[in-house]
């Protein structure tokens, strides 16, 4: 049983910044995927970043140059750090975790961001 728990959405100002957390807990293999999702009222779900375990990134065209995905594999936890945000970024994050030779991804509860004045 894998759980994802999220933290640190919230409302701030556009500019602003942010930074989201997801830590992992229970049947955590070492070869794993993680990292963030979007979705906006009425919009689809989007990829915004993405890590796996040896470090390797990949950002969503929108966010790049701004957010930076981290990870602390001792820790199994991903941090996004959302830069100079903007009123486009609102929606619901999630988080993921996937594991090398699967194509299931679990999936946080989510949190709010929302960018606004």
């Known amino acids: 049983q894998v759980q994802l728990v999220e933290s640190g959405g919230g409302l701030v100002q556009p500019g602003g910044s942010l930074r989201l957390s997801c830590a992992a807990s229970?049947?955590?293999?070492?070869?794993?995927?993680m990292g963030w999702y979007r979705q906006a009222p009425g919009k689809q779900r989007e990829l915004v970043a993405g890590v796996i375990s040896g470090g390797n990134t990949n950002y969503g065209d929108s966010v790049k140059g701004r957010f930076t995905i981290s990870r602390d594999n001792a820790k199994n936890t991903v941090y996004l750090q959302m830069n100079s945000l903007k009123p486009e970024d609102t929606a619901v994050y999630y988080c993921?975790?996937?594991?090398?030779?699967?194509?299931?991804?679990?999936w946080g509860q989510g949190t709010q961001v929302t960018v606004s004045s």
């Open positions: 229970g049947s955590i293999f070492s070869r794993n995927a």
């Open positions: 993921y975790l996937g594991f090398n030779g699967s194509t299931h991804l679990y």
